[in-house]
Every structure is written in C-alpha cells, then in structure tokens.
Nanobody, 123 residues
Framework: VQLQASGGGLVQAGGSLRLSCAAS????????SGWFRQAPGKNREFVST????????GYADSVRGRFTISRDNAKNTVYLQLNSLKPEDTAVYYC?????????????????WGRGTQVTVSS
C-alpha cells in the first residue's frame, strides 16, 4: 500500500487548509484511516481517525470542533479539513491506514504510513 499526503502549506492563524491522502495498491474501503502529526522536538500525536465506511470518527481534544475527517472510498482518498488553525497546529501531518475497519487512536495500530505534509500556521 502506498499513501500520498498533500495539501499542506503556510497559513495565518484562523485560516484553513484541506489535507488529502490518496491510497493505492489495496482495497482502500476495507481499512480504517487516521491522521497524526509531529511538531519539532515533540513526539508524534494522534489527530483524527475514521472507520472503513466513514460512519464513525474520532478526534483529539485539541482539534475537536476545528478539524473534520472524511473519506471518499470511490477515490481511495481520506481528507482532513483544518479550520480555525492555531500556531500550535504547526507540524508535519501524516496519514495512515490500518488493516482493519475499526477506528484506533494509537499510531502503533496502523500498518501503512504516508510521508507527511507540512502545515505551518503563523501568528
């Protein structure tokens, strides 16, 4: 499985971005997906997750109400809409999928990872 994340960039505080993660190589609709992020000098942290059908989602407390995860299984793509961005959201954002349909919050439970896309929020 190959994952390609895109959509990152530089944005002012309060702005928005939409991240995309395109998957290839396997039956994408069978796999739950997740987004994680890693800021400089910090450990990678969970951001959001969505189950295989897209009916169940989960969010970190720090992003709930500002970020929205979704997926289009026909396009083998998962999205993360980032609204009301804050400087503390600055990080490399990684998408991941797991060989199972249920949501998970730990990065160790994901099997395939993309390279990441940089999100920088200026104050």
């Amino acid at each position: 499985v190959q994952l390609q994340a895109s959509g990152g960039g530089l944005v002012q505080a309060g702005g928005s971005l939409r991240l995309s993660c395109a998957a290839s190589g396997r039956t994408f609709s069978r796999f739950a997906s997740g987004w994680f992020r890693q800021a400089p000098g910090k450990n990678r942290e969970f951001v959001s997750t969505i189950n295989a059908s897209g009916s169940i989602t989960g969010y970190a407390d720090s992003v709930r109400g500002r970020f929205t995860i979704s997926r289009d299984n026909a396009k083998n793509t998962v999205y993360l809409q980032l609204n009301s961005l804050k400087p503390e959201d600055t990080a490399v954002y990684y998408c991941a999928i797991r060989d199972g349909g249920y949501i998970r919050y730990l990065d160790s439970e994901y099997d395939y990872w993309g390279r990441g896309t940089q999100v920088t929020v200026s104050s």
